[in-house]
């Protein structure tokens, strides 16, 4: 079992900054998928950016890259978010996900979450 738990959500002013931080706990290796999730309301759960096991480097989906940063530290059981330079649509709820195997970053391809921290960009 893997238990998630996210932290640093806030209201920040368009063109700011923001860290989120995840702890993970229970069964988590190197070669864990571990990865960053976001929901804006009423819209679909969304891929943010993640390492898809040991050794690889992080990815990130088009409308972050360049402003968000995603890192590792203790050991593999703290994941961050950096997010500069955000804009008010980056509003969302922000979850971290980790799963077992890479499959993909759909979102029906992590195993474990946690529950969510709130972002909200104010323009």
């Known amino acids: 079992q893997v238990q998630l738990v996210e932290s640093g959500g806030g209201l920040v002013q368009a063109g700011g900054s923001l860290r989120l931080s995840c702890a993970a706990s229970?069964?988590?290796?190197?070669?864990?998928?571990m990865g960053w999730f976001r929901q804006a309301p009423g819209k679909e759960r969304e891929f943010v950016g993640g390492?898809?096991?040991?050794?690889?480097?992080?990815t990130y989906s088009d409308p972050v890259k360049g402003r968000f940063t995603v890192s590792r530290a203790n050991g593999q059981n703290t994941m961050y978010l950096q997010m500069n330079t955000v804009k008010p649509e980056d509003t969302a709820v922000y979850y971290c996900a980790a799963a077992m195997a890479y499959w993909g970053w759909s979102p029906s391809a992590m195993n474990y979450w946690g529950k969510g921290t709130l972002v909200t960009v104010s323009s």
């Open positions: 390492f898809g096991g040991s050794g690889n480097s992080p």
């Open positions: 229970g069964r988590i290796f190197s070669s864990t998928v």
